[in-house]
């Protein structure tokens, strides 16, 4: 690594060697006019420096998303100016809400256009700030490494998130003096020097020791601060039961008996009651999201509560802690667990146990219907749960959460916060660059998959044997069990006329399949699994299925819906 | 602390010092954030600090919500060196108003004398018009403008709140003479 070199190098081929400094190697874009120069120096960086050419920006930033979460590293993606970079948009707000560690390199029109109209120009750092943890338009070309090394830096460190880099092609094409720093000079970035407060440790400790009745609820931090085994020693340690969110999952083992799955909007009934019933809530890495706290005056009564969280600003915004713990959450784990005793907890497992009898939230109902669950669970049995599982959002990705049993750590890949559908091909795209010897199993909706659909073109070029399961309900499923729940069943705009999967898939070079019937799921998933290379199953499963349970929108975690009686009848015909 | 003088105290508008980077689009992203959380920011004041390189803002916004969420959003922010509310701290404020008025002979002394009185300066004098300055907290220039509003006023502009806290202490913690990191970005850092 070379400290505070000085060589002659053109912009684009700075950009190069700063990624080269921070360990870059992988690269998801599409070029354009102004983001030329960049195209003009990838063989030279080959293979140092891979770049995958996908067919919308808007995958680019997926892919590199998905690429983050799974290596670890910042996910880097290149757009042109204009269009190009304003497809990235929906990647990158997507990166912000799922705290994600993104760089976005994209090309702007030249110096002497910017700001008059030039073609393809559209103000990127303007439009992207509130979705960005930072950006930069960089109009000198010796500025380029400095704004790459920050870039990295700050994607990276404390909470991470995108960070977008605006370049001119004529930048770009400038020579210049590289100048690597040996540090990164950031004055209002300060994040990562702290340590736990031992105050707050030995606080955090003496509830655990206290309480009765505690639960842990395990956030995406678990997964960005790879803090498994710290989680998991101190459940096993203190005996306390783990509840992940949504993007938690994966965090900690999903057959361990101390897992409960997950809590809140169509989280288990045994989870939601167990929150407000619990005398101590310890939150790692979480941001109390409303998804998973319903009516947020409501939301744990009885608890107090405990917050591990790396951003400052998330403490207390939610829920007012007891013991409130600024800081990674892998250090504060690791201090935790040297205070903390185990502790017999029968009574609360006892009632915990209880819950989970009487209320079995995820049985999957005797039919000859091809139920999604089923689908789900078949894939999680064929399987044996040794994949990767990439979602997009809706139905299929509760299902996914709810019916799959994540054993590996960081093995699930979702777009949380920001709710993003077509997420899941992309995903793919990157999870499996991430991790070439993995299987990846993309769980679409067949809204979803037909918003990014277009890339298997790029997975057939690049061979990727990505298994693309569509959940096919010919519907916009949750959107239509809102309408049915709380638009008093009128039905519009959500029946969805599908192409043929299995004909679409063949005209990309793809596998196609076709599961129609109960019998044929798991031979189907089977011999995708046997496929060597890319294959996209269209399992054609019973329109009407609802997720539950449920907390209506607004609603406290005590008014769970379970699965309603009408929901085991035979569906009604809906008028589309 | 009863509950009116713990509303009076909520209802007064916060006033917010801000250390920030000098350089484009900082002020955007600052007004980006009040905007998204409906802040209206009612007045704004920017000028050089005496660190070179920052820019110190003061910001005053309306007082219904809470701006703690907010302030501490963008203290997040990379540009923002430090950032804290000061409403409720022992400073002192100050706020610059320019009045321009018609004035005749007869009115002319008469606006003198009410300068005078204020203690603000006579920036302009033409034979039918003169501008005015004034310096001091709000309540001053409130008082200012109204007396004027007898005569007639052409113009009047307000530079917007600046503020400081009391005594020797830095409204901001001292800057460390160098940055801490020893590592570079990107590569172990999760």
Redesign the interface.
Known sequence: ?ANGDKKEYTGAQMVMESFL????DTIFGLPGGANLPLYDVLPEYYPRIKHYTVKHEQAAAHAADAYARIK???GVCYATSGPGATNLVTGIANAFMDSV?LVCVTGQVIRALIGRDGFQEADI??IT??IT??NE?VLDVDDIPRAM??A??????GR?GPVLVDIPRDTLQEKGEFYWSD????????Q??FAPDPNEIQKAADLIAQSERPVILAGHGVI???AYDELLKLAETANIPVITTLLGISGFPGTHPLYLGMPGMHGMYWNNRAINEADLLIGLGVRFDDRVTGRLKDFAPKAKIVHIEI???EIG?NVRPAAAIHCDLKAGLTELNKHVKPKERSAWFEWIDDMRRNHPSITIRETDEVLPQYVIDSIYRETKGDCIVCTGVGQHQMWAAQYFWYDKPNSFVTSGGLGTMGFEVPAAMGAQVAAPDETIWSICGDGGFMMTMQELATIAEYNWPIKFAIINNGTLGMVRQWQELFYGNNIVSTPLKNPDFVKLAEAFGVKGLRAERKEEVRPTIHAAMEHDGPVVIDFRVHYDENVYPMVPPGASLDETIEVPATETAPAQEVKA | MTNSSEEIRKKRPHTIIALVEDRPGVLNRITSKWRQRGFNIESLAVGHSEKPGLSRMTFVVDSDANAEQVVRQLDKLVDIVDIRDISHEEIVTREMAMIKLRSTKETRSQLIDIAELFGANVLDVSPDSLILEATGDEGKIDSFVTLLRDYEIIELVRTGRVAMIRGADVSHPELPAEEQYDRYPGVHTW
């Open positions: 690594m400094r921070v360990g870059v670890g590293t910042a560690p750092q303007g700030i509130p943890k930072h338009l090394q920050q990295f830096h700050i994607a990276t460190t991470p540090k990164v000079q950031l004055r209002g970035y300060r990562d020097n960005i601060s790879r951003d400052e600003a915004k």
